[in-house]
């Protein structure tokens, strides 16, 4: 079996809205979304508060992957040095084929490049592979909300990880 090329990293533009409108829409379930599904009229993928240059894009073959929005996680200046994931989604057909990996490590290097030194994000409780693909990568947990979320009839731990930089 031969593995793929792993995935060209980028920071999104403009043109990608709709790509990444998609690839959300098509993604979209409960093992991640606290959100309800999205509904026609769709609202735009980028907006005023995150922009393309928050957003990482995984690429193969000029086919969009998968992304990840990079922010803070507060507009405190006592925690400006910590970034977080504030959206990551991987095209079903890709997962398990290094593009979410290749994400997270970009993401590292640019809250780097930025001057952050913490890397924090928030999952739920069920979605067992994210948590391992983040232990993998050197987040551990720091904290859970349990029960703090009621989705599909079943209540679901808000589960908080970070990494030092």
Not at 33 to 51: C, D, K, L
Not at 53 to 58: E, P, T
Not at 98 to 103: D, E, N, T
Not at 153 to 164: E, F, K, P, S
């Amino acid at each position: 079996m031969s593995v793929p090329h792993p995935p060209r990293i980028r920071r999104a533009t403009a043109a990608d809205e709709d790509a990444l409108g998609r690839l959300d829409r098509a993604t979209w379930s409960t093992v991640h979304a606290v959100q309800p599904p999205p509904r026609p009229p769709y609202e735009p993928f980028f907006t005023e508060r995150f922009g393309p240059g928050d957003h990482l894009v995984a690429e193969r073959e000029g086919r969009v992957l998968g992304y990840l929005r990079l922010g803070f996680p507060t507009s405190l200046a006592a925690n400006a040095h910590v970034r977080q994931i504030l959206g990551f989604v991987v095209a079903e057909e890709a997962r398990g084929a290094g593009v979410g990996r290749a994400l997270l490590r970009a993401a590292a290097e640019e809250a780097r490049r930025q001057g952050a030194r913490r890397l924090t994000l928030r999952v739920l409780g069920h979605n067992t592979p994210a948590r391992r693909l983040y232990e993998s990568e050197g987040f551990v947990v720091e904290g859970v909300l349990p029960e703090e979320f009621l989705l599909d009839g079943a209540y679901v731990d808000d589960v908080l990880m970070g990494r030092t930089l």
